[in-house]
Structures are given as structure tokens and as C-alpha cells.
Nanobody, 121 residues
Framework: QVQLVESGGGLVRPGGSLRLSCAAS????????IHWYRQAPGKERELVALITQGGDTNYGDSVKGRFAISRDNAKNTVYLQMNSLKPEDTFEYYCYGKIYHSDDDKWIDYWGQGTQVTVSS
């Protein structure tokens, strides 16, 4: 069973840092790419960052220069290093990936359960 499990959220003061982890139950190379999204209740989900199989990265405009996505293939884990945190970074953060299942000839989406990040003094 494919699972994505986030961890590392918490309460941090403005200007502080956190590192989120997204641990996969299968090889992260199985995923087309791994994304981090964030969402507030009643709001649309926002793309934070993504990393492709080839290692290319992309970031949402609001986090460029402050956040960094990386991966450890040996640990099947993708990280989101968040620096210079602001109160407006307060969200539930989710990781996402999709895998192509050749037996069914279809892509299947996988989401983690989320981890809360609160930036407040």
C-alpha cells in the first residue's frame, strides 16, 4: 500500500525555520514527482514546491528564495526546508505524488495526511 506521511510541523516564531519531511512507503523514484501543497480551511490549495524524478525543482512565487525542496532516495523521503518564516506561511502542509500503475494503465494520486505549520509570535 502506497502511503505518504508528513512530519515536522509545529509552532515557530516569525523569522524562524522548520523542516518538513514526507516519507513514502515505496521508492520515491516510483513517483512522477513529489509536490508540497499548503491549504487553509475554506481556501484553495496552493502549490509550494515540487521536485521531479530528474531532480528539477519549482517553487511557488510566495516562497521562492525562502523554501527549498530536496530528497533522500535512500530514505524514500522528500524534505521541505522552510526559512524566514512569516505568519502568512501558516497553513496545513501536504505532500502529494502520483504513480503510474501499468496493470491498470492509469495514474493514481496519493496524498499525505498533512502537518500543521503555525508561524506566530
Amino acid at each position: 500500500q502506497v502511503q505518504l506521511v508528513e512530519s515536522g510541523g509545529g509552532l515557530v516564531r516569525p523569522g524562524g525555520s522548520l523542516r518538513l519531511s514526507c516519507a513514502a512507503s515505496v521508492s520515491i523514484g516510483s513517483f512522477d514527482s513529489i509536490h508540497w501543497y499548503r491549504q487553509a480551511p475554506g481556501k484553495e490549495r496552493e502549490l509550494v514546491a515540487l521536485i521531479t524524478q530528474g531532480g528539477d525543482t519549482n517553487y511557488g512565487d510566495s516562497v521562492k528564495g525562502r523554501f527549498a525542496i530536496s530528497r533522500d532516495n535512500a530514505k524514500n523521503t522528500v524534505y521541505l526546508q522552510m526559512n524566514s518564516l512569516k505568519p502568512e506561511d501558516t497553513f496545513e502542509y501536504y505532500c502529494y505524488g502520483k504513480i503510474y500503475h501499468s496493470d491498470d494503465d492509469k495514474w493514481i494520486d496519493y496524498w499525505g495526511q498533512g502537518t500543521q505549520v503555525t508561524v506566530s509570535s
